[in-house]
């Protein structure tokens, strides 16, 4: 039970935070290779340092801590990737375990409770246009091909 003034540290163990940070750095890894952007891209596309999305990615804070980003980072992470901030979390759709749930270790699009992916372009390549060239608040423009 958490005692007043404590934290949810003293709920979960880092391990066990670890393994949702683990959750996280898989998808924004997995989300990025499916727009076909570098690290360097997806951080000026999200306003971001490259630092800050490999170590995200890397699921490493500092030391022993795992990443454990603020609500303004995810949500920029997700402007860049032009995906819902949702499909950013592990487990969104499930109470809290002490160990998060394993999914999409087969490569795959995370699929959502949210109801996400709803459109071709919800999960297609950015075009290389936007790729090598697009603005942060630019809306992107997509490929017309499916990745194979």
Not at 32 to 58: D, F, K, Y
Request: net charge negative.
């Amino acid at each position: 039970m958490l005692k007043e003034g404590g934290d949810m540290a003293e709920v979960l163990s880092d391990y066990h935070w670890a393994s949702y940070g683990f959750g996280l750095s898989a998808r924004i890894r997995r989300l990025r290779h499916m727009r076909g952007l570098s690290q360097t891209r997806l951080a000026e596309l999200s306003g971001l340092s490259r630092s800050v999305i490999s170590n995200l990615e890397r699921n490493y804070y500092s030391g022993e801590r795992s990443a454990d980003p603020t609500l303004s980072t995810l949500y920029k992470i997700a402007f860049g990737l032009h995906v819902p901030p949702a499909v950013l979390l592990p487990a969104v759709d499930q109470i809290v375990e002490e160990i998060c749930p394993t999914e999409f270790c087969d490569g795959t699009v995370p699929a959502m409770a949210v109801e996400w992916p709803t459109r071709p372009e919800d999960t297609a390549r950015f075009h290389d246009d936007y790729i090598y060239e697009g603005k942060l608040g630019q809306a992107p423009r997509f490929c017309q091909e499916q990745p194979g």
